[in-house]
């Protein structure tokens, strides 16, 4: 199973701008689809983004024309560059890497790693 460690997050204020990132730790790392996925406060955790293992990307409404996820194969990283932040993107966001399905949003179900989350906040 693949470890995974998420850094990056911290407060920014509207319209700004976060990078995060995503360090994994497993053999499988290249060959998976990872995701990133938040969740605010009382809300479920929802799908931001994915990244196939040959960098087809896709995103959440919510996350197109500001999100960009990427993935250094050789790092063994993924991250997620978010600009134009707004208080709604505030939520703890995690990455995850795929063992399953191809659906796209992807359900939480289709994962299995999760690291611990970071949390991103955007102050009006």
């Known amino acids: 199973q693949m470890q995974l460690v998420e850094s990056g997050g911290g407060l920014v204020q509207a319209g700004g701008s976060l990078r995060l990132s995503c360090a994994a730790s497993?053999?499988?790392?290249?060959?998976?689809?990872m995701a990133w996925f938040r969740q605010a406060p009382g809300k479920n955790r929802d799908f931001v983004a994915l990244?196939?293992?040959?960098?087809?990307?896709y995103y959440a409404d919510s996350a197109k024309d500001r999100f960009t996820v990427s993935r250094d194969n050789a790092k063994n990283t993924v991250s997620l560059q978010m600009n134009s932040l707004k208080p709604e993107d505030t939520a703890v966001y995690f990455c995850?890497?795929?063992?399953?399905?191809?659906?796209?949003?992807?359900?939480?179900?289709?994962?299995?790693?999760w690291g611990p989350g970071t949390q991103v906040t955007v102050s009006s």
């Open positions: 995850a890497a795929r063992i399953r399905g191809w659906v796209i949003p992807a359900p939480e179900a289709d994962f299995g790693s």
């Open positions: 497993g053999r499988t790392f290249s060959n998976s689809a």
């Open positions: 990244i196939t293992w040959n960098s087809r990307t």
